[in-house]
């Protein structure tokens, strides 16, 4: 199972609008990552500026940290999730807590020859309530609820919408302007939520100057 990554890269104030993403894409390839492309992650505070990169439909894919929107993407992200947690809390309805995706897989490689890869991703699927969230997500592809979210999503209403309000402006990882990639360690709740407070925390200390560009890369977990 694969799924996109957004990663958000921190650049050197002085790079020009022109190359931040091929700037960014640079970056990203020297963590060993193969990046896709920048991507409309950021929400701006103007409409129109040569500072910002690829700017559609209210979304920029990077820019000074200056001009970018973290209020709104965060409050915007609290209240996407609260509307989503209520829909999953209506599909899986009579169903018991499930055990998430990173529990199989440490079965997996804790004994690889009792649990195969297939056997664990067929345990993990069997779940009444994973089955519940995959059949909804079938039927309403535009909105579907994440299945790699199910430790969250269990967590209660509040605890959703902390992490996705979190999540909103640092994604799956940070490149910082020394080299480094901030991300999370597995698919633990606890762990996800570490990433999180140290990628906030490394962003809110940013010089507003600062360009952030957002790049897609492919992950291979679920």
Do not use: C
Not at 95 to 100: E, F, G, K, L, S
Not at 102 to 113: K, L, S
Not at 118 to 141: C, D, E, G
């Amino acid at each position: 199972m694969s799924s996109p990554l957004t990663i958000v890269v921190a650049l050197d104030p002085d790079t020009a609008t022109a190359t931040l993403a091929d700037s960014a894409a640079s970056r990203v390839r020297s963590q060993d990552l193969s990046p896709a492309g920048a991507v409309g992650h950021f929400s701006a505070r103007r409409r129109l500026t040569r500072k910002l990169l690829r700017r559609v439909r209210g979304r920029a894919a990077g820019g000074p940290i200056r001009l970018l929107d973290f209020q709104s993407m965060r409050t915007h992200a609290d209240n996407y999730a609260a509307w989503q947690w209520q829909q999953w809390r209506a599909v899986v309805s009579g169903t018991r807590d499930a055990q998430p995706w990173w529990v199989f897989v440490d079965r997996h490689r804790a004994d690889p020859d009792t649990w195969p890869v297939s056997r664990a991703q067929q345990a993990y699927l069997a779940q009444p309530r994973v089955l519940a969230m995959t059949a909804y997500n079938a039927a309403y592809r535009q909105h579907p609820i994440p299945r790699a979210r199910l430790e969250s999503l269990q967590s209660g209403f509040n605890a959703y919408r902390t992490l996705a309000a979190l999540a909103a402006v640092p994604g799956d990882a940070v490149a910082t302007a020394d080299g480094d990639l901030l991300t999370t360690s597995s698919g633990r709740l606890f762990d996800q939520l570490r990433y999180l407070h140290a990628a906030n925390d490394y962003i809110d200390r940013l010089h507003r100057d600062t360009p952030l560009v957002a790049i897609t890369a492919q992950s291979g977990s679920e």
